[in-house]
């Protein structure tokens, strides 16, 4: 499941790492971006089966 920034911030902060606090974020941005960015390849079949296609 992929989390808005928001939620992932509130989630990291309630676990109290202190100073990691920055570092666990910004590797949970860039995680979230790349999985938006490369779905995986069951939800491309996914997509294909259902006839999904991205819009801009």
């Not at 992932?8 to 995680?31: D, H």
Request: charged share 30%.
């Amino acid at each position: 499941m992929v989390r808005s920034q928001s939620e992932v911030r509130l989630i990291i902060e309630t676990w109290n790492l202190g100073i990691g606090t920055t570092s666990a974020t910004e590797t949970a941005k860039a995680r979230i971006k790349e999985r938006l960015l490369s779905p995986t390849p069951e939800l491309k079949l996914y997509k294909k089966q259902r006839g999904v296609n991205r819009t801009k």
